[in-house]
T-cell receptor
Framework: GAGVSQSPSNKVTEKGKDVELRCDPISGHTALYWYRQSLGQGLEFLIYFQGNSAPDKSGLPSDRFSAERTGGSVSTLTIQRTQQEDSAVYLC????????????FGSGTRLTVV | EDQVTQSPEALRLQEGESSSLNCSYTVSGLRGLFWYRQDPGKGPEFLFTLYSAGEEKEKERLKATLTKKESFLHITAPKPEDSATYLCAVQAGMNYGGSQGNLIFGKGTKLSVKP
């Protein structure tokens, strides 16, 4: 597609439930990133994919968080047993491989854990 | 540790009142410095990439400059539609946590331009 697409745009879930967030990157962008943005905070790096592999998972805050990417395209971020502190906007971005290229971001998924 | 600090946190301007936003950084081998604009409820929108000290880039009322320690985003004669949060990010030359492209973001400057 023309841009990075994320779904759902909003998700309200009960504490303890699992959630899946989806990202469709720009066609041909082999690099894909997940970030988290909490109120008043900067963008927090979660995980990076190059193709289907994830060479950098250093930002995942706990083992409740996992992500996968299939076919070098769509990525899913899964949060198990959600907690209130997981409430944030989850942003996905894609870029061409290598350094020096800016990211194109999606509009994000606003997750609220009640 | 690689770090990006933006100032001020918030800036209120009258329409036509020019000003500058600051982004100071410490990074092990800068590969690129990026400026983004973020509107409420939307993802960041790419504005500029700067690669080396002395480089400048312009787009409409915005001009970005880069030194070895900081970058400035100059806004000339701003309009209300320039109101947004402006984010600065750096890309390190060393593999940051194994990533060859990970951007490290500052917390942003929220700009409000009143008519």
């Amino acid at each position: 597609g023309a841009g990075v697409s994320q779904s759902p745009s909003n998700k309200v879930t009960e504490k303890g439930k699992d959630v899946e967030l989806r990202c469709d990157p720009i066609s041909g962008h082999t690099a894909l990133y997940w970030y988290r943005q909490s109120l008043g905070q900067g963008l927090e790096f979660l995980i990076y994919f190059q193709g289907n592999s994830a060479p950098d998972k250093s930002g995942l805050p706990s083992d409740r968080f996992s992500a996968e990417r299939t076919g070098g395209s769509v990525s899913t971020l899964t949060i198990q047993r959600t907690q209130q502190e997981d409430s944030a906007v989850y942003l996905c971005a894609s870029s061409k491989p290598g350094t020096g290229y800016g990211y194109t971001f999606g509009s994000g998924t606003r997750l609220t854990v009640v | 540790e690689d770090q990006v600090t933006q100032s001020p946190e918030a800036l209120r301007l009258q329409e036509g009142e020019s000003s500058s936003l600051n982004c100071s950084y410490t990074v092990s081998g800068l590969r690129g410095l990026f400026w983004y604009r973020q509107d409420p409820g939307k993802g960041p929108e790419f504005l500029f990439t700067l690669y080396s000290a002395g480089e400048e880039k312009e787009k409409e009322r915005l001009k970005a400059t880069l030194t070895k320690k900081e970058s400035f985003l100059h806004i000339t004669a701003p309009k209300p539609e320039d109101s947004a949060t402006y984010l600065c990010a750096v890309q390190a030359g060393m593999n940051y946590g194994g990533s060859q492209g990970n951007l490290i973001f500052g917390k942003g400057t929220k700009l409000s331009v009143k008519p």
